[in-house]
């Protein structure tokens, strides 16, 4: 009866989450009040009001100033677990979460000082929530290949602690041709791989994270069903993609949520997930993007229960866990 009671009370878990995007206006001015980090914002809703975009680089601009405020290890868990928080209380209870050294690193925050805060994090989120999670480190596509390398070295310390590397930030004009190298490094170190593609990149961004990145997932995808070929290669090879319908809808690659492409994309025998990329910026955690596309696109139930599944068998979690979840 309740669809909206039914997301919240299934387990799901929740594949595409930048932590830096889950700072909520008001532990933005908590940290820059305790920090002393000048906000150029007086209010949380003067913030709140500025979270108008009309493309992805609006929201990035905005997302690298908010994350300013972040400097030390307890900046890092308590954004962590803040997150965590909200996420159990949405039915999460697996988390593969987005990480951007390179924003931090940039202004002087060393790497370790980020991970070791976000690692508490999701030590407390076990042990409170029993959540469990996995640290996926993205490069920034708008930086050079050899910022990129760099941040893969300060890595090697934690890399037993780090599943995978992914690929953010502003794609056109930075395909993932730019990093087939440092990304074949960290599958020589043992991680796996993601790449954003096919946001506001083209369909043939998203073949090149699949034969130079040699991706696992692909993060969003939208573009993808603009090409036949490549939805059947996504399909044969059960190619995850992780779709965030709030984020698609405030950065106006999906102006109208009545055009959101979810629905085709299940029916097409996409293996798709839903996710809330940037909550804090976007408007809503992971229920509300599950919630959001009810009435204009009539999920049902059963669309519902895939999507669950999806974001389970699509995961980096070993198949036994997997399939208790199943
Ligand atoms: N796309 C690209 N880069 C990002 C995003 C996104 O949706 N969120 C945070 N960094
Ligand atoms: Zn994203």
Known sequence: ADLAGFIRGLPKAELHLHIEGSLEPEQMFEFARRNRVDLSYKSVEEIRAAYEFSRLQDFLDIYYAGAQVLLTEADFRDLALAYFRRAHADGVVHAEIFFDPQTHTDRGVPFATVADGLLAGMAAAERDFGMTSKLILCFLRHLDEDAAFATLKDA???????????????????????????????????????????????????????????????????????????????????????????????????????????????????????????????????????????????????????????????????????????
């Open 156 to 326: 090697e310390p934690y890399l037993d602690r780090i599943e995978a590397v992914g690929l953010d930030s502003s794609e056109v004009g930075h395909p993932p041709s730019k990093f087939a190298r440092v990304f074949a490094a960290a599958a020589a170190q043992g991680l796996k791989r993601v790449a954003h593609a096919g946001e506001e990149g083209p369909p043939a961004y998203v073949h090149e994270a699949l034969d130079l990145l040699q991706v696992d997932r692909i993060d969003h995808g939208n573009r993808a069903l603009e090409d036949p070929a490549l939805v059947e290669r996504l399909v044969a090879s059960n190619m995850t993609l992780t779709v965030c319908p709030l984020s698609n809808h405030k950065l106006c690659v999906t102006p109208d949520l009545r055009a959101h492409p979810l629905k085709r994309m299940l029916a097409l025998g996409l293996r798709a997930t839903v996710n809330s990329d940037d909550p804090a910026y976007f408007g809503g955690y992971v229920g509300a993007n599950y919630t959001a596309l009810i009435e204009p696109i009539g999920l049902t139930r059963d669309d519902v229960l895939t999507l669950a599944r999806n974001s389970f068998t699509g995961s980096f979690l070993p198949q036994d866990a997997i399939d208790k979840h199943l």
